[in-house]
């Protein structure tokens, strides 16, 4: 039942960067994996970006290299730096722990690439 509240997001311009926080009203140490999805317009919610307790981190081919996840299980927040952000990057951007399963999803913070 750990709450998750996005935040960080805005307009940048392409090329920009943008550091996303996803801070969890519980504590989110025993949760294996965690991760970052979006959904832009009219397409599909996706996982761009996950990451383990132990550290292992696995990204989408679309986000590879421009993208970092890392999380502070003893802080209860989980971030995403994105840099070299692209127009196609805009989208509502959630948090939640991998798989999600049945889970709710939180309103998301929206990220804007637009010059």
């Known amino acids: 039942q750990v709450q998750l509240v996005e935040s960080g997001g805005g307009l940048v311009q392409p090329g920009g960067s943008l550091r996303l926080s996803c801070a969890a009203s519980?504590?989110?140490?025993?949760?294996?994996?965690m991760g970052w999805y979006r959904q832009a317009p009219g397409k599909q919610r996706e996982l761009v970006a996950a990451?383990?307790?132990?550290?292992?981190?696995d990204y989408a081919d679309s986000v590879k290299g421009r993208f970092t996840i890392s999380r502070d299980n003893a802080k209860n927040t989980v971030y995403l730096q994105m840099s070299s952000l692209k127009p196609e990057d805009t989208a509502v951007y959630y948090c939640?722990?991998?798989?999600?399963?049945?889970?709710?999803w939180g309103q998301g913070t929206q990220v804007t690439v637009s010059s």
């Open positions: 939640n722990i991998v798989p999600v399963y049945g889970r709710s």
């Open positions: 519980g504590s989110i140490f025993s949760i294996n994996a």
């Open positions: 990451i383990t307790k132990g550290g292992s981190k």
